[in-house]
């Protein structure tokens, strides 16, 4: 897997999110940016997931039907 450019960000956040997230890092033995960063892996996964979702059920109702699309393409041919 290809290196990743990675950047420093500066978040407030709530007390009991940072307490968790240093115990997670602790019991894991992991560094606090990783857990933060499998956590927002974890969110964009499910937002991915929810977008695609509501993509599926997208009706497309304003497209030309196949005859349509044939007398279009044979007139730009």
């Known amino acids: ?4 450019n990675r950047e420093r960000v500066s ?4 007390a009991y999110l940072v307490d968790e997230m240093r ?3 602790e019991s894991e ?3 606090q940016s990783s857990v933060l960063e499998q956590a927002l892996k ?3 996964q499910m937002r ?3 977008d695609a979702k509501a993509l ?6 304003d497209l030309p039907t196949e005859d349509e699309w044939l007398a279009i393409g044979s007139k730009i041919a």
């Open 1 to 4: 897997m290809p290196t990743l």
């Open 56 to 61: 599926s059920v997208l009706k497309f109702d």
């Open 29 to 31: 033995n992991k560094s």
């Open 23 to 25: 115990e997670v890092a």
């Open 48 to 50: 991915l997931e929810a």
């Open 42 to 44: 974890l969110w964009f």
């Open 11 to 14: 978040a407030t956040l709530p």
